[in-house]
């Protein structure tokens, strides 16, 4: 059977990559049969290419490599692809599936950290920043404030702003200003993060500690469901949408 290899960004964060494994322990759980390896690009081990390479050596001939990731943007666009093109195993055929996001899937466990948090539709009180990382490819960010857009329509809160940690525009501070122009009361900060690290962190601090703020999408069972669905369909052939 094709090995399904995940491979997330990676951080100094140990939080980070105890988060992923901890989602890979989902996804074998689902798939108890199917060689599931978590690998990352950078800051954390294993690296990807090691992890290629021993998949090869266990006898693998065929893997498909998912990237832990919830928008295309510079790694999936270029670090995924250079580390298994660095990696150089010609006996074995490599197959990169496509990243996460945009899915309904990412939005609902989204949606399901801030009802955990206690945050319910309706509250006409209540504005929510919806918070990624932020990217210098334009693409990525409009999927994220295209969600926020989506959560407006329909939410009944105060608003729905986007915002990111970095690399783009608005920052946490703004989308909080614009929701308190527009009468929100409280606010609580959705998390378009997988897993905890410096970033989400940031976004905490910077929503000030009034705000509610729900935890990054972590070991969520849709999120789980995902990864095998990306690994199925990188089989297959197919790609999703990229468009949110």
């Given at each position: 059977?094709?090995?399904?290899?995940?491979?997330?960004?990676?951080?100094?964060?140990?939080?980070?990559?105890?988060?992923?494994?901890?989602?890979?322990?989902?996804?074998?759980?689902?798939?108890?049969?199917?060689?599931?390896?978590?690998?990352?690009?950078?800051?954390?081990?294993?690296?990807?290419?090691?992890?290629?390479?021993?998949?090869?050596?266990?006898?693998?001939?065929?893997?498909?490599?998912?990237?832990?990731?919830?928008?295309?943007?510079?790694?999936?666009?270029?670090d995924v692809p250079g580390a298994v093109a660095e990696a150089r195993l010609p006996a074995l055929e490599v197959t990169i599936a496509d990243v996460l996001g945009p899915d309904p899937r990412l939005e609902s466990a989204a949606l399901r950290r801030l009802a955990a948090r206690g945050v319910r539709f309706g509250d006409r009180d209540l504005g929510v920043v919806l918070a990624g990382a932020g990217s210098s490819h334009a693409p990525a960010n409009a999927a994220v404030a295209a969600i926020a857009a989506r959560w407006a329509a329909g939410s009944g809160w105060a608003g729905v702003e986007p915002a990111f940690a970095a690399s783009a525009a608005p920052d946490?501070?703004?989308?909080?200003?614009?929701?308190?122009?527009?009468?929100?009361?409280?606010?609580?900060?959705?998390?378009?993060?997988?897993?905890?690290?410096?970033?989400?962190?940031?976004?905490?601090?910077?929503?000030?500690?009034?705000?509610?703020?729900?935890?990054?999408?972590?070991?969520?069972?849709?999120?789980?469901?995902?990864v095998l669905h990306r690994y199925a369909a990188a089989l297959t052939g197919e790609r999703h949408t990229r468009s949110a």
């Open positions: 059977m094709t090995a399904l290899v995940a491979v997330a960004h990676g951080s100094r964060d140990p939080r980070s990559a105890a988060t992923v494994h901890e989602l890979l322990d989902v996804v074998r759980a689902l798939r108890p049969a199917l060689d599931v390896r978590g690998s990352f690009l950078d800051l954390s081990a294993p690296r990807l290419g090691d992890v290629l390479r021993a998949v090869r050596g266990d006898g693998h001939r065929s893997a498909v490599v998912v990237p832990l990731l919830l928008g295309e943007a510079y790694h999936a666009r270029v946490v501070p703004s989308a909080v200003a614009r929701l308190r122009e527009r009468g929100a009361r409280r606010i609580a900060v959705a998390s378009w993060f997988l897993a905890p690290g410096r970033l989400p962190d940031r976004v905490a601090a910077l929503a000030g500690p009034e705000a509610v703020v729900a935890e990054p999408l972590g070991a969520d069972p849709e999120v789980a469901e995902l």
